[in-house]
């Protein structure tokens, strides 16, 4: 049995805490608000799953034990990511890190150690874009090795949700500004939340041998009334080394939400979707034959982290690292992205992701 220990017993922390007891796993969950653990026990847990665990250890953050965890998961707010995970590395050794997304806030921070410390330490550090270990994605990678819709032509990946659903979970915050999603500095907005379109665009580029996003040019649609700064849209066209373009859209304004990427190849495509209908998610293609395909994936909100916490599980059982669709520097390769959107969208300009430049914005180049 596992040990985990989880800061931030807020949305992410519950699901979490919940597909680690599912595994059977030690739980132990923090947080700076004294509130928030109450909440965790007498509201969001039970409420999501039936009832409280009451093998669930809460402790507020002056109480931890001096334990070692096998596992310790950062479910904060991302402009507290980096501060706590270097913290983590610094003091234990977990054998797995995951910390959510996004990693950290678009200036990049501080990264470069916690990439250190994971190679000083042997500890795993993960990333939590949990959407490229789904049934649907593990479905698409198959399709896609296959090599049903030939050569790659385009890419497209879009997460355009109504973010009235993010506080529909969290009836504890009024609006934006109560939290990160409100300042797109911090790493909220459309560009920070919604960035599994980045990240699942990315995923699938590998897969299909397109490469790593070379260049970027955004537009934005920022909302600023003197408190909240946010991007409420955030329009991405991208470019891959190989030379490959499409696009990636992320909004907090689309009701009701689309969460989809289209893979157009020269023999046929793959579409991916998630909540494609009432408890479904879906992939549809092209086959070999020119039928189009649909193939429904039965899910249910809990069933979005299995195939992350059964990655992580692989990982502590001596699985191999390498490849690994959450390691940081996947992660790390979706924050330049949100880092270089930013930077063309400010200076009206295309910019190029330098990768030899390491993780900083100054591996962004005005082109
Ligand atoms: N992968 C996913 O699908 C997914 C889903 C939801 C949220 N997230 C991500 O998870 C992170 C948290 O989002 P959320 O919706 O759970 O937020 P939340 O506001 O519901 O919970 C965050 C909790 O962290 C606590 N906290 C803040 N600073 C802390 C610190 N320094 N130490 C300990 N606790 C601290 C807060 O008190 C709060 O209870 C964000 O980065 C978000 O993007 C990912």
């Not at 096998?70 to 610094?90: F, K, N, S």
């Not at 593990?138 to 050569?151: F, H």
């Not at 909540?275 to 193939?295: C, I, L, M, P, Q």
């Amino acid at each position: 049995m596992y040990s985990v220990k989880i800061y931030g017993a807020g949305s992410i922390g519950n699901h979490l805490a919940h597909a680690c007891r599912d595994k059977g796993w030690e739980v132990l969950m923090t947080d700076i608000d004294p509130a928030a653990l109450q909440r965790t026990r007498e509201d969001i847990y039970p409420s999501r799953y039936g009832g409280w665990d009451p093998d669930i250890r809460l402790r507020g953050m002056g109480a931890l034990p001096k334990e070692h965890f096998d596992v310790v998961i950062i479910g904060t707010p991302p402009d507290t990511h980096v501060r706590l995970a270097t913290q983590v590395l610094e003091n234990s050794s977990p054998q797995v890190l995951l910390i959510e997304k996004p990693l950290c806030n678009p200036p990049l921070v501080g990264v470069q150690k916690i990439v250190d410390l994971q190679k000083a330490t042997g500890s795993f550090v993960a990333v939590g874009y949990n959407h490229t270990m789904t049934e649907n994605s593990r479905r698409a990678a198959q399709i896609l090795q296959q090599n049903l819709i030939g050569d790659p032509i385009t890419i497209s990946a879009r997460f355009r949700e109504h973010w009235g659903g993010i506080f529909g979970a969290h009836p504890w915050l009024n609006g934006p500004r109560d939290s990160y999603l409100g300042f797109f500095e911090r790493g909220g907005g459309a560009s920070g939340e919604h960035s599994h379109a980045i990240n699942i665009w990315q995923h699938f580029a590998r897969l299909v041998g397109a490469g790593r996003i070379v260049e970027v040019s955004a537009a934005m649609d920022i909302v600023d009334d003197g408190v909240v700064k946010y991007d409420r849209i955030c329009l991405i066209n991208v470019k891959t080394e190989v030379g490959l373009v499409g696009n990636i859209v992320q909004d907090v304004v689309t009701e009701p939400a689309q969460k989809a990427a289209r893979i157009q190849g020269t023999k046929g495509f793959l579409e991916w979707f998630v909540n494609f209908k009432s408890g479904h998610d879906a992939v549809h293609y092209r086959d070999g034959k020119g039928e189009v395909r649909e193939e429904l994936i039965k899910k249910t909100r809990p069933d979005d982290f299995k195939g992350e916490v059964d990655h992580i599980e692989q990982i502590l059982n001596g699985g191999d690292r390498a490849g690994s669709p959450i390691s940081i520097e996947r992660g790390l390769d979706t924050m330049l992205v949100i880092a270089a959107a930013h930077i063309s969208y400010r200076h009206k300009r295309s910019v190029r992701i330098n990768y030899d430049r390491g993780y900083t914005t100054d591996a962004v180049e005005l082109l």
